[in-house]
């Protein structure tokens, strides 16, 4: 129901910053939650941040509460993921993901983008 492109990623060193973003498309609006996860070679994806369509209530890892803040522009349709103190193992492929439910968003079930890498160097 809704389409996805990430970007934004790169290589940084450590203690750098990054800001993703994902925007969205689609034929018909949606009020959209949207989230972050992050994939390593031969690691399981993990959740990363996401936010309801309002703004509200962000939800974080504990790997990334105090370093990585989400917020969302919804006039652009579009989240942002500010990453700020990047550690090696920060180091992922970022992906987005939405749904019309937060709940369905942070339990991976909502539609996903194609990611973005992200590097870090030591």
């Known amino acids: 129901q809704v389409q996805l492109v990430e970007s934004g990623g790169g290589l940084v060193q450590a203690g750098g910053s990054l800001r993703l973003s994902c925007a969205a498309s689609?034929?018909?609006?949606?009020?959209?939650?949207m989230g972050w996860f992050r994939q390593a070679p031969e690691k399981e994806r993990e959740f990363v941040a996401a936010i309801s369509w309002s703004g509200s209530s962000p939800y974080y890892a504990d790997s990334v509460k105090g370093r990585f803040t989400i917020s969302r522009d919804n006039a652009k349709n579009t989240v942002h993921l500010q990453m700020n103190s990047l550690k090696p193992e920060d180091t992922a492929v970022y992906y987005c993901?939405?749904?019309?439910?937060?709940?369905?968003?942070?339990?991976?079930?909502?539609?996903w983008g194609q990611g973005t890498q992200v590097t870090i160097s030591s």
């Open positions: 689609g034929r018909t609006f949606r009020r959209y939650a």
């Open positions: 993901n939405a749904d019309a439910s937060i709940a369905v968003v942070t339990t991976r079930g909502g539609s």
